[in-house]
């Protein structure tokens, strides 16, 4: 069985400056990593996934992560974030087949504060 | 494009009561899924359903059952509702590309158990 721990229920940042969202995974087996963010009202939308290949992922509005086997972790990180980033951010796990098995972390609220 | 719809946004209902969430894919779509989101913002899957196999999660009681009519619709149905079944429900719907599996969220519905 796999599971997900987000460290960091709340993350308050001003804007423009550098974030860091952990997450740390457990599983027997290989797995595939997923980061969603939720903005306020809205649907889970997928920000970025590592399959396989480079340990370091680009995703959608500046976000990258980078997969750590031997610390099993994948920390979202974004250098310079905006107003507009608040919002709630899941890291997932999934073993494999369908992404409809994610197993989700319990979310980090990121508020970016001017 | 919306690629999954759900309905009501907003559920207001008294325990005992029978209700039902509708949920529509687009036809492009491979499988479907209902998600149960708790105040906690702790996300958990219940059913996929992918026109052939349903598969529920253990622990979702069986009050709670998805009704497909049509290959576009997996609807939630909940009977006897409980105070506990207040959450935010979200539907999902998948799609295989050339990157792989991706997944859509609908939008949600935040149902309250008076």
């Known amino acids: 069985a796999q599971s997900v721990t987000q460290l960091d229920s709340q993350v308050p940042v001003f804007e423009e400056a550098p974030v860091e969202l952990r997450c740390n995974y457990s599983?027997?087996?290989?797995?595939?990593l997923f980061w969603y963010v939720q903005y306020p009202n809205q649907g889970l939308q997928l920000l970025l996934k590592?399959?396989?290949?480079?340990?370091l992922v680009k995703g959608i509005n500046g976000f990258e992560a980078e997969f750590n086997k031997s610390q099993t972790s994948f920390h979202l990180r974004k250098p310079s974030v905006h107003i507009s980033d608040t919002a709630e951010y899941f890291c997932?796990?999934?073993?494999?087949?369908?992404?409809?098995?994610?197993?989700f972390g319990k979310g980090t609220k990121l508020s970016v504060k001017p | 494009d919306t690629a999954v719809s759900q309905t009501p946004k907003y559920l207001v209902t008294q325990m005992g009561n029978d209700k039902s969430i509708k949920c529509e894919k687009n036809l492009g779509h491979d499988t479907m899924y209902w998600y149960k989101q708790d105040s906690k913002k702790f996300l958990k899957i219940m059913f996929s359903y992918n026109n052939k196999e349903l598969i529920i999660n253990e622990t979702v009681p069986n009050r709670f059952s998805p009704k497909s009519p049509d290959k576009a619709h997996l609807n939630l149905h909940i009977n006897s509702l409980e105070l506990g079944d207040s959450a935010v429900y979200f539907c999902?719907?998948?799609?295989?590309?050339?990157?792989?599996?991706?997944?859509?969220f609908g939008s949600g519905t935040q149902l309250s158990v008076l």
């Open positions: 997932a796990v999934t073993a494999g087949g369908s992404q409809g098995n994610l197993i």
């Open positions: 999902a719907s998948s799609q295989e590309d050339r990157g792989g599996e991706k997944l859509f």
């Open positions: 590592y399959l396989s290949g480079s340990t």
């Open positions: 599983s027997s087996v290989s797995v595939y």
